[in-house]
Structures are given as C-alpha cells and as structure tokens.
C-alpha cells in the first residue's frame, strides 16, 4: 500500500501540475515555470554530484552555455527556439565532456576547486565578451518564445507547460537510470572506484559521460530559460548559482529525485514568494544549510533504501 | 577463441617481476607460473609482498621490471579495468563492497562486462534494456543461492556480518565469470566453521573450471586446497613447490619462525 502510494505520488503531482495555468495567478505561472527549469539543473546537478559522486562546483556553466547557445542562434541567426534546444545541448554536453577530460583524474576536493576556475572563466569570458558574440555584461536581448507549428507560443501559461513538459521528460530519464547499469555504474564509481575498475569499470569514460549528460541536460534548461526571461546575461550564471545548485543536492538529498525536488522548492521558489524578506534570505538559508548538514547530513529527503 | 586453442604453456607467468616504491623494493626478480586449473597459494611473513604481487597483476601498479603474461601476452601495462576484462578477477584483502547498496547490486556489478545495454537504453529503458535487466537480475539470484545468500539479496551489504560480507565480495566477483580468480586473504576474519566452508567452495569454483590464486595466511586452507604454494619474503622467491615439500623446507621455517640467529639477537 505503502509502495502504492510512493510510486503514484510523483506522477501525480506532476500530472496535476498541467493544471497550474488554468488555476494561479500570473505570479504563480511565472514562479513555476522558473522552479521547472531550476529542476532541471538541479537533476542534472545530481547526475554528477549525487550520482557519481564527483563534486562539481561549476554546473552553472553549462546551464550557461546552453542558453547562450540558444540566445545567439534565436537573436542574430532566427532559429526557432525549439530548434536551438539540439545545438544547445549538443555543446553544453560537448564543454561538460571535453571539460571533465582532464579533470575527472582529480579526485574529491581538488575537483571542487578546478570547476571553480571554470566557473570564474566563464563568467569573465561572458562578461568581456571574449568571443564577440555574447553580448558583454548586457548580455542578448529579445530572445523569443517557443512554437509549435507555427503557433508561438505567447501566453505565459503556454511557455510554462512546456517548461513543465520538460521537467517531466527529465524525471523520466532520471527514473529510468535508477533501474539501470548507467545509474549503477556511477555509483559504483560513487563508493569504491578501485573496487569497480577491478570489475572492468572505465572508470574515467563513465566519469567523464556522466559529465556530458549532466552538462546536456543542463544545456537544455538553458533553452528554455533564455526564452523564459527573453534576456540572457552573465549575471544568472556565476559563480553563485553554481553553489546553490551544489547545495540544492546537498541539502536535498543526493541520488534522491524527490530529495532534489524539495531543494530546489527551497532554494529557488521559496525566496520568491518571500521577496519583501529578501535581505534576510541568505541569512535564513545559511542557517538551514547549516543546521541540515549538521543534524541530517543525508539530506532533508535522503535516497531510500530499496531495490525491486 | 583460435588465440584460446593455441594457447599452451601457463594461464598467468610473472617474469622476473619487481616493483620499487621509491628507494624501496618492494618486489624483486620474482618468477612463478599458475597452471590452468591449479590452485596456486602465495604465501609468506607479514610485509612480504604479496598483496603488491597481486596489485600488479591486477594492473593497480604497475611492474617497474620485469614483465607479467597473461597466455603469453604482456599484461604489465594495461590498466585494472582491461585486466578484469581479461579474466582476471580479484577480492581484497579489507573486504571493498559499495557501501549503501543491496547485496544484489553489488553482485550486479560483477556482471558490468556481461552486460551490453548502451549509456542511451539506460536512460531511455528500452525494451531490450528491460529484458537485459530482468536476466541480469536473475543471473545474480542464482549465484546468490549458490553461496547461500539468497535470504539477506536485498539487504545493504555492509551492514551484514563480517563473513557474510566475504561470501557477497566472492559473489561479486564470480559474477564477473573469472578465468583466474584471485583472493587476497579470503579467510581472514573467519571462524573455523566459515573457514572450513572457505575450503570447499574454493574447492568447488576451481572445479566449475576458475583457476586460482590465493594469498593466506590461514595455514589450515593454505595446506587444505592449493596444488602448489610460492613462498615469498622480503619481496623475493625463497620457495616453491607442493604443499608438504614447502612445508618441510628449511627456509620456509626459517622465514616463519625466524633462525637462530634472530633469536639471539632478540
């Protein structure tokens, strides 16, 4: 019964989740729509963090590069938004990869302070335009709206649906890789990477796989993020944000979906709805962060124990 | 498989072998043979080098002379997870299960080579993916009967007994399907009744046709299963030949019980 529930609750909610523009206000669409592609980073987060066990204090980055991807395709070249998604994750997953190649040897802590680098890089690459088409600090404006046939899709409560839609394609995949060898294998990598590469793990292939997918996926979030905001710039992905993300999993629950969920209901939506309380928000997080980490180092959701 | 047909001599030959730590010799100028179907015992004082044989076989270090064949092919470069993929497979001396994961999905590890999904079908849970699972799974299960550990498959392994633990780690690894399967000091931790089941299901894997190689220090195994012992100290060969005439050779006792010499010294 118990179980029942468990497995339902999830589908459920996000079935019930199709219902929010026809049911909240604007502020709340706006507020969803944005708390659907923080999830989505915030999985992908977890892919590499939770999952593989490879802390990665740089994820931002390629949530970055797939919405400047997205930006500078949509603004100067007028692809259609729903066209820009392939390219960008194809080069979010390309940087993640081709970045995690030599850094993956790395392990624990002097991972965490190379992808700070990276992170820094991209920042000040964005910011003085370093490859000329970036926009500076400004960034890209007029991105546009995503269509389907033909129809933009303007509406607010459209955008949103399909930043819900996908949400729900990521859960799945998410899903699918707890009942497979690629979920098993990073973790595997997670716990004992001598005991795994003597069972015939590449260890570095899977390390660095698991990279480009959470880069890839975070790249896609990035389209609809452009187009959500219809502004890119450097501001929404510095250095900060990746260690919000880094905490959302932490704090959350690693390898937990419902864990990283709830993180990012706290990190990212709970201090919009208390926006007039806003200079007391870090402080109020910094708090919880600690009082979390000390009393529940698991997370607040952690990962059950079950296997079928 | 024509390469497995001609192949003739010994499964696995160290050749003159031998490893430095920086001024330390760890290993030196070491030269044994296992034979297809033998149990092969390296045995010898604590800070002999054993468990940094083993760690050059299995490609964790690499030999700094010397040169380790597998069916005649040098394997002495080739990282641990190429050497798994020969059919070398190994278990550690400190028991290394994943933690936080069942017994089952330890054992599933064991089965990563035999396993073809791609990194896509796992994501999108095709239905030749599923299929593969659902073998895998029970695949797993009957190995799991057979080591009698069926009843505790969906328990979180480290959080079993000692020598249950050392049967999930056995289980793990024969799920990698070994052609030479090498334990390090399988019956460490052990009671006298786990060990004496030790023996018989060592007995029994070289019998379903694994090769074996293992470091012990448990002399009642040692002496029970193996069909020839090397014995090792200070990182070189003193002795090698079947258990009784090892047993009664002069250096051997020397290097255990240490000579008389050492005794007045002490």
């Known amino acids: ?308 | 498989m024509s390469q497995e047909m001609s192949h003739t001599g010994p499964l696995l030959k160290l050749d003159n072998v031998g490893i430095s730590f920086g001024g330390l010799r760890a290993v030196d100028q070491l030269d044994f043979a296992v034979e297809k179907g033998h149990i092969v015992g390296l045995i010898g004082p604590n800070g002999a080098g054993k468990t940094t044989v083993f760690n050059m076989i299995t490609g964790v270090y690499k030999p700094t002379d010397g040169a380790i064949l597998w069916k005649d092919r040098d394997i002495g470069a080739l990282p641990p997870y190429k050497v798994a993929q020969c059919g070398i497979l190994r278990t550690f001396q400190t028991i290394r299960l994943f933690s936080g994961m069942t017994v089952l999905e330890n054992v599933l590890a064991g089965q990563h080579m035999q396993t073809r999904q791609a990194w896509w079908a796992s994501l999108l849970s095709t239905p030749g993916q599923r299929r593969e699972e659902r073998d895998l799974r029970e695949r797993c299960m009957a190995i799991l009967d057979r080591l009698n550990l069926a009843d505790v498959a969906h328990e979180p392994a480290t959080s079993l007994p000692y020598g249950v633990q050392r049967r999930v780690e056995l289980a793990r690894t024969l799920a990698a399907s070994p052609e030479l399967l090498i334990l390090d000091e399988p019956a460490a931790g052990l009671n006298d009744q786990e060990s004496a089941e030790l023996n018989t299901q060592i007995r029994e894997i070289r019998d379903s046709g694994v090769t074996i190689l293992l470091v012990e220090h448990d002399m009642n195994v040692v002496m029970n299963v193996t069909d020839r012992i090397v014995v090792i100290n200070f990182g070189r060969k003193i002795a090698e030949g079947e258990p009784l005439s090892v047993r009664n050779d002069p250096q051997v006792i020397e290097a255990y019980l240490g000579s008389d010499e050492d005794e007045d010294v002490a």
């Open chain 1, 1 to 308: 019964m118990k179980e029942q529930i468990y497995r339902w609750a999830g589908p459920s909610l996000w079935v019930l989740g199709l219902g929010v523009p026809f049911a909240l206000s604007a502020n709340w669409i706006s507020i969803l729509a944005l708390f659907a592609i923080y999830a989505v980073v915030a999985l992908s987060q977890d892919i590499v963090l939770g999952r593989a066990g490879m802390f990665d204090m740089g994820h931002a980055v390629y949530f970055g590069v797939g919405a400047y991807t997205t930006a500078i395709l949509n603004v100067t070249y007028g692809w259609p938004i729903f066209w820009t998604m392939i390219p960008a994750i194809i080069a979010a997953a390309l940087v993640g990869g081709i970045l995690a190649a030599p850094l993956v040897k790395l392990r624990g802590d002097y991972l965490l302070v190379a992808t700070i680098g990276v992170s820094q890089i991209f920042h000040l690459a964005m910011v003085n335009n370093t490859a000329g088409v970036t926009g500076g600090p400004d960034g890209i404006f007029g991105v546009g709206v995503p269509s389907i046939f033909g129809h933009q899709l303007i509406s607010q409560g459209n955008e949103y649906l399909v930043d819900w839609g996908l949400l729900g394609i990521v859960l799945l995949l998410m899903k699918n890789l707890e009942h497979s060898r690629l979920g098993r294998v990073f973790r595997y990598l997670k716990e004992d990477e001598l005991a795994a590469t003597t069972l015939g793990v590449n260890a570095r292939y899977y390390k660095i796989l698991a990279f480009a997918l959470g880069a890839g996926i975070a790249g896609a979030a990035g389209t609809l993020f452009a187009s959500q905001l219809a502004v890119v710039s450097p501001g929404a992905f510095v250095f900060t944000e990746s260690v919000t993300l880094f905490a959302i999993v932490l704090v959350g629950g690693q390898a937990s979906i419902p864990g990283v969920l709830l993180g990012t209901v706290l990190m990212f939506v709970v201090p919009q709805v208390f926006r007039e309380l806003a200079q007391y928000r870090y402080f109020a997080f910094g708090i919880g962060m600690i009082v979390v980490m000390v009393v529940r180092p698991q997370g607040i959701w952690p990962r059950r124990r079950r296997m079928g």
